[in-house]
């Protein structure tokens, strides 16, 4: 499915499910996918930063 085809909430999650992965990349431009396991270290650090994110942790 490509992007202009989306017509409907189903047909969203059907373009997220083929063209998205779960993951992250980090400042080496590594991808990370299916995975949080380093990020969850890092994102430990960020209060000591003072830097915010939007993502919503669980159980860090």
């Known amino acids: 499915m490509e992007i202009e085809e989306i017509k409907t909430p189903q047909d969203i999650l059907t373009y997220m499910n083929e063209n998205i992965e779960y993951g992250w ?13 380093e990020f969850r270290k890092i994102i430990k ?10 993502f919503i942790l669980e159980r860090i």
């Not at 990349?25 to 396991?37: A, E, L």
């Not at 650090?45 to 939007?54: E, T």
């Open 25 to 37: 990349m980090n400042i080496n431009n590594s991808k990370h996918i299916k995975t949080m396991k």
């Open 45 to 54: 650090q960020l209060p000591n930063l003072n830097i915010g994110s939007c």
